[in-house]
């Protein structure tokens, strides 16, 4: 730089004293506005500027500075740029070797262009001279101090603008120069600064740059934030790298492989002994690689790694071997469960089938009977005599197919469903899995159960069953399906069609009876400590259990009622010692308290109205009483005793049947004229439904009606149609248990249901005299014919009448 070219800044005096030409060159200037007192450097480097800049120099140094309104715009034209600006003095100029100029510029006083007087080679302009508007009072005072204040905020919070420039506004007394100094130094768009200059009145220049700073100030303080937070994470993020590497550092001189490394290593070594199929184990790698990428604080390493836990703990390829050895599985089974001879035939028939085929796919075996039978513990005799292993889910109450599918990884907690999980349980791939209570699934808008175990007791597809957890297909072919079941009215259709459906009827007495001295008994002494010697039961105590304490298809409160008695026998023996306890049939009593079942068949059909009949429930069966009466009234059926739909028109029809066949029947053919009938039947809180009834309500409504009393040895079940036929109904193996179990000895049923006597137990069907009708003619001669009993009784009267003597 040239002596020359230096000058020094001009003073306030100086500025507002400079003659100012009424015609000055204009520069035009991209993003740049300049005010007056303002010393600001300028580049200048297109070539008609360089000429103006020049030309300029060598004159009276005085030149107009006026912002473009478009800064990309290389030769603007005088509409492109704006009308206001500012008068300013050169300073100093200095070359630089490329052509263009440095120049130092002062501001001496806003103008305004009045007419583009010359275009080329650079715009000159005739120009007005602007004052300020300054009226000076409090509040122009406070904005002042306020825009003051604010500027030194800013100036302290932004690292690009000196301290200086604080100071410099704290001791600028002048409102119009404070506000042109604060302008010049924040950052603001063009055509904001622009409204700045061309304001005119002080005050509201100064009411705009409150605004402005006010927003620059909340920017500021925002970017401050983020960096604080930035900078405190990099800082933890560098803290625990460096102690890693430190870390990494010491183990490799200890000669000591890192914790993650080794975990790394351990579970790709699992991978390749877990010999899944190639998706399987592509997929465990993936994840691998994954995790192996995650840092270990990583929320999704928990994840991944909980995963591929799953993945390598499944038996994809271990198998128990079968024991193939068919007399084997026959005695284990004998010694496990007392007849169940069906079950125990198709166990044996799988053995043998699989002894000749090896890869034979696993039967789908489901057991239906009451509670109690032995269900369960079948399967687990089952899976003894097969030598593998035993794994069992309750389904009871399960809504949620997720339950058997397993959630997805994207659920927080996600697991693998339950068929995967009693899988790893097993250890091995084909183990005997129980499905219990499979008709008690439920649904709701989680899903429906039963439709994920399609494909799980499908053999044509569980080869590929996929778990939403594990995505990867996993072959259940090899699994031995064993599902229970009470019912299987519930048991959906398409999932009882893949099934093979063995009935596990109740238990006869004697049976009862055998289950109790060979199995139950045994068992409850070992559990309670006790030895042979210290409690034995007699063969009619437990009769009388069965028959007076317990009322069930199933054995379980046999069993409960058995350890009952060795509970206070083992407490006998803790305080006195050794004892010989004989349960006798008198002594039951003595130990279970009173009888809480009696046989009332006798004494409830003793009088006219009264008929048994047979009911199915889920528990295996029972009898169940009709009662009718008459009374006084007009015409009304009455019927109570919780009766469904079903039953209440059976009841309808019954009556309908006897009215219309009154006077055959030796019935008052008007006997509705002025009476009511009610027909109850008792054990109100229990619902009742179904048309099995019919024969039954027929029955004892003609007892009520004829006066005479039903046979109380007899129980029937039937349902009728309006015109006295008797059609066939179901659960005919567990009504006629249950009627054995009750002591009745003859048993009406429908003639078509002839064949299902086949599965009652021959015990059974040598203690009870059958009777098949095809009408209800042929019911009401059997209910109301005299027994031998009556018959022999009769006789005695009527020769004891004739002086005949009777032997005792």
């Known amino acids: 730089m040239r002596d020359e070219d230096l000058e020094q800044y001009a003073s306030d005096e100086e500025v507002r004293g400079r003659e100012i030409p009424t015609e000055v060159p204009i520069l035009p200037l991209r993003d740049t506005v300049i005010y007056p007192y303002m010393v600001t450097p300028l ?129 600028t007394p002048d409102p119009s120069r404070l506000a042109d100094l604060v302008a010049s130094n924040i950052t603001l768009p063009t055509e904001e600064k622009q409204a700045l200059l061309e304001e005119l009145n002080v005050k509201l220049r100064l009411e705009r740059l409150v605004v402005h700073l006010s927003r620059i100030i909340e920017v500021l303080e925002m970017s401050s934030k983020i960096q604080d937070q930035v900078q405190s994470e990099l800082s933890k993020s560098q803290r625990e790298y460096f102690l890693r590497e430190q870390l990494k550092a010491i183990q490799k001189e200890l000669g000591m492989e890192d914790e993650r490394t080794a975990e790394i290593r ?60 068919i007399e084997r599985a026959q005695r284990i089974l004998d010694e496990d469960h007392y007849d169940l001879k069906r079950v125990k035939e198709r166990i044996l028939e799988f053995l043998a089938v699989r002894k000749l085929k090896q890869d034979q796919k696993g039967p789908i075996l489901c057991f239906v009977g009451p509670p109690g039978v032995g269900k369960t513990s079948l399967g687990r005799s089952i899976a003894r005599a097969l030598g593998r292993k035993f794994v069992r889910i309750s389904l009871g109450g399960v809504r949620d197919e997720a339950e058997i599918r397993g959630h997805r990884r994207t659920y927080v907690g996600a697991l693998p469903g339950r068929i995967i999980r009693g899988l790893r349980t097993a250890g091995s791939n084909n183990p005997v899995f129980m499905l219990d209570e499979v008709d008690k699934l439920g649904a709701d808008f989680r899903g429906d159960p039963s439709s994920a175990l399609l494909e799980v007791l499908d053999p044509e597809q569980n080869n590929s069953f996929v778990d939403h957890y594990l995505d990867v297909k996993f072959d259940l072919s090899r699994v031995m399906f064993i599902c229970t079941a009470n019912v299987l009215d519930t048991v959906p259709p398409p999932l009882r069609d893949r099934m093979e459906v063995l009935e596990l009827p109740g238990y006869t007495e004697e049976e009862k009876l055998m289950i109790a001295f060979k199995y139950l008994i045994p068992r409850q002494l070992k559990e309670h400590g006790l030895r042979r010697d210290n409690l034995r039961f007699e063969k009619r105590a437990v009769r009388r259990i069965i028959r007076e304490y317990t009322r069930e298809a199933g054995l379980r409160n046999l069993e409960r009622e058995i350890a009952n008695i060795c509970r ?74 919780q009766l469904g739909e079903v039953m209440r028109e059976s009841a309808q029809a019954a009556l309908s049947w006897v009215r219309s066949r009154a006077q055959k029947l030796g019935i008052e053919e008007n006997f509705m004229e002025k009476s009511d009938i009610h027909i ?129």
């Open 680 to 808: 109850h039947v008792p054990a109100g809180a229990i619902p009742k439904d179904g048309p099995s009834a019919g024969v039954t309500i027929v029955t004892a409504l003609v007892s009520l009606l004829t006066g005479k009393p039903v046979r109380h040895d007899l129980a029937m079940t039937g349902e009728i149609t309006l015109r006295g036929k008797v059609l066939p109904v179901g659960g005919i193996k567990e009504k006629v248990l249950a009627a054995h179990r009750a002591g009745i000895r003859t048993v009406i049923l429908p003639e078509r249901n002839r064949k299902d006597l086949e599965e009652i137990p021959k015990g059974v069907l040598d203690e009870l005299e059958f009777h098949f009708v095809e009408n209800l003619d042929q019911v009401l001669r059997i209910a109301f014919a005299k027994t031998g009993a009556a018959k022999k009784r009769k006789r005695s009267t009527r020769l004891q009448k004739e002086g005949t003597p009777v032997n005792p």
């Open 568 to 641: 206070k026998v083992a407490k006998k023996v803790a305080l006195e010692g050794p004892v010989r306890e004989v349960i006798t049939a008198a002594k039951v009593p003595e130990y279970l308290g009173p009888p809480k079942y009696f046989s009332e068949v006798a004494e409830r059909t003793s009088e006219p109205g009264v008929a048994t009949g047979l009911a199915w429930t889920p528990s295996g069966g029972d009898i169940l009483f009709v009662e009718c009466t008459r009374m006084p009234g007009s015409k009304q059926l009455i019927l109570t005793g």
């Open 266 to 325: 351990e579970l790709r070594e699992k991978i390749e002994q877990a010999r899944m199929p190639e998706e399987a184990e592509k997929e465990a790698l993936r994840e691998l690689d994954r995790l192996a990428k995650m840092p270990p604080g990583a929320a999704e390493y928990t994840v991944a790694r909980t995963y591929l836990d799953w993945l390598v703990s499944l038996p994809w390829s271990v198998s128990t071997e079968d024991n193939l050895d």
């Open 43 to 171: 580049v200048v480097a297109r070539p008609k500027s360089v000429q103006l800049i020049q030309d300029v120099v060598v004159g009276n140094r005085i030149l107009g500075l006026v912002a473009q309104r478009k800064a990309e715009i290389e030769d603007p034209s005088p509409e492109q740029i704006y009308r206001y600006g500012t008068v300013a003095s050169i300073l100093k100029m200095l070359k630089f070797p490329d052509g263009s100029l440095r120049v130092l510029v002062q501001g001496l006083r806003r103008i305004q262009l009045v007419k583009i007087t010359q275009t080329d080679p650079y715009f000159r302009a005739l120009i007005r001279p602007l004052e300020d508007i300054v009226e000076p009072s409090t509040e122009l005072e406070a904005l002042a101090n306020t825009v003051s204040s604010l500027f030194q905020r800013v100036v302290n919070m932004s690292p690009h603008l000196p301290d200086e420039l604080a100071v410099a506004a704290m001791n």
